[in-house]
């Protein structure tokens, strides 16, 4: 609360000086950073939910990268959301027409996201999944979780990482299907049911 010079008090937003940074809404997100998979291919799948801090309030600021494989479980390798235009030499970004397998979504105002991509093909023994990484905030180190997509319950009760989990653990990987093509996935950052973060050398 702020105290006004009338004597009234109303609650402000916070100011940078107020909250603890980095700050990721400048320069990282691009347009169409939610638009992974190509404008109207017949696949594509919609992954959405909200970023909660650890009291259960939504991440209005939160930064999170995207990325998996393709339904054949190839890795794309083109030039994405980094491509340039040859003739200028300046920024193009994505084509529209092909795959990156790569996007970047800010959360907005209410601390939710959206990415439309290509449901992922497997990979080695693991069950299919999308990576992902979380920036927000406070974090001073970024955060890798792991996007599984209901479907397939023989691969996901014999995915190596998933076997070694808790059910109740285990179940903040795995997102909820809503409608055709649509899953859900929340992204708690610690307290209960946080989700499930991994380590890498």
């Keep these: 609360m702020t105290r006004h010079a009338t004597g009234g008090t109303e609650p402000l937003p916070p100011?940078?000086?107020?909250?603890?940074?980095?700050?990721?809404?400048?320069?990282?997100?691009?347009?169409?950073?939610?638009?992974?998979?190509?404008?109207?291919?017949?696949?594509?799948?919609?992954?959405?939910?909200?970023?909660?801090?650890g009291a259960g309030r939504p991440v209005p600021d939160a930064l999170l990268e995207v990325w998996g494989p393709d339904p054949r479980g190839g890795v794309p390798a083109v030039d994405g959301s980094m491509r340039r235009d040859p003739a200028s030499g300046g920024h193009a970004g994505r084509n529209g027409v092909e795959f990156t397998g790569f996007g970047r979504i800010q959360t907005d105002a209410a601390g939710h996201w959206y990415v439309r991509t290509?449901?992922?093909?497997?990979?080695?023994?693991?069950?299919?999944?999308?990576?992902?990484?979380?920036?927000?905030?406070?974090?001073?180190?970024?955060?890798?979780?792991?996007?599984?997509?209901?479907?397939?319950?023989?691969?996901?009760?014999?995915?190596?990482?998933?076997?070694?989990?808790?059910?109740?653990?285990?179940?903040?990987?795995?997102?909820?299907?809503?409608d055709a093509g649509t899953y859900r996935f929340d992204i708690r950052l610690q307290g209960e049911g946080e989700t499930v973060f991994l380590e890498f050398p």
Excluded at 33 to 42: K, R, Y
């Design 118 to 178: 290509l449901r992922p093909g497997a990979r080695g023994r693991s069950a299919p999944y999308l990576s992902a990484c979380v920036f927000a905030r406070g974090l001073l180190v970024h955060l890798y979780t792991r996007i599984y997509l209901p479907g397939d319950e023989a691969a996901l009760d014999g995915d190596p990482l998933l076997t070694r989990l808790e059910r109740e653990r285990r179940d903040t990987l795995v997102a909820g299907a809503e």
């Design 15 to 53: 100011t940078p000086s107020h909250t603890v940074g980095p700050f990721y809404g400048y320069a990282l997100p691009f347009p169409g950073g939610e638009d992974i998979a190509p404008l109207g291919h017949p696949d594509t799948v919609t992954v959405h939910g909200y970023v909660y801090d």
